[in-house]
């Protein structure tokens, strides 16, 4: 079992940068798969990048692909997202995600264990 805590969250103008942290705690993380998801208010919740466990692997969504990077350092027990560009659009609690699978894909039912989420907001 892992525990995921994200930060790194917060209210930015359009164009800038955040960089999300996940923090695990429990079983080795090297162990999970991981996923930063996104939900807006009154959205279902989407998702918007995954990585392997060794880090070799990602995929992005198109909403956010060649403005975003996901990475881990398996070493701290902590994934990242980096966000760059920032758009409105982009505002959401971000939560980011664990799976024991070692194929994952982008399906929310995937991915075993959750995190609270961490507030972004994007002014225009």
């Known amino acids: 079992q892992v525990q995921l805590v994200e930060s790194g969250g917060g209210l930015v103008q359009a164009g800038g940068s955040l960089r999300l942290s996940c923090a695990a705690s429990g079983r080795t993380f090297s162990s999970y798969a991981m996923a930063w998801f996104r939900q807006a208010p009154g959205k279902e919740r989407e998702f918007v990048a995954r990585i392997s466990r060794s880090g070799s692997s990602t995929s992005y969504a198109d909403s956010v692909k060649g403005r975003s990077t996901i990475s881990r350092d398996n070493a701290k027990n902590t994934g990242y997202l980096q966000m760059n560009s920032l758009k409105p659009e982009d505002t959401a609690v971000y939560y980011c995600?664990?799976?024991?699978?070692?194929?994952?894909?982008?399906?929310?039912?995937?991915?075993?264990?959750w995190g609270q989420g961490t507030q972004v907001t994007v002014s225009a």
């Open positions: 995600a664990a799976s024991v699978k070692t194929y994952v894909t982008r399906m929310s039912t995937e991915y075993d264990y």
